[in-house]
């Protein structure tokens, strides 16, 4: 199992970018993926999560409205679309593959995201 995340980097407050996580290694169509974020000397944080399909979306109170989950399952990838970036939105952000009992057993190795002027 490898899971990949690109398209992280440093943005003004009010910017956006899309994070994208290339999985491989499993049937990735079957498992719901997360993404989950760690801020510089906090714990990880759950951020959103998508179903199998892509219909079934959640998203954490302090990004809804303006960070996106989506996933193509032809192309093996999750991604997240972040607009409106927040100062606090700094993080590393990861992905992970969601098991059935709702903890993470495999994890990327994170996008540094800063959002700063």
């Known amino acids: 199992v490898q899971l990949v995340e690109s398209g992280g980097g440093m943005v003004q407050p009010g910017g956006s970018l899309r994070l994208s996580c290339a999985a491989s290694?499993?049937?990735?169509?079957?498992?719901?993926m997360s993404w989950v974020r760690q801020a510089p000397g906090k714990g990880p944080e759950w951020v959103s999560s998508?179903?199998?399909?892509?219909?079934?979306?959640y998203v954490k109170d302090s990004v809804k409205g303006r960070f996106t989950i989506s996933r193509d399952n032809t192309k093996n990838t999750l991604y997240l679309q972040m607009n409106s970036l927040k100062p606090e939105d700094t993080a590393l952000y990861y992905c992970?593959?969601?098991?059935?009992?709702?903890?993470?057993?495999?994890w990327g190795q994170g996008t540094q995201v800063t959002v700063s002027s």
């Open positions: 992970a593959r969601r098991t059935v009992s709702y903890s993470y057993d495999y």
């Open positions: 290694g499993f049937t990735f169509s079957s498992y719901d």
């Open positions: 998508i179903g199998t399909g892509g219909i079934n979306t």
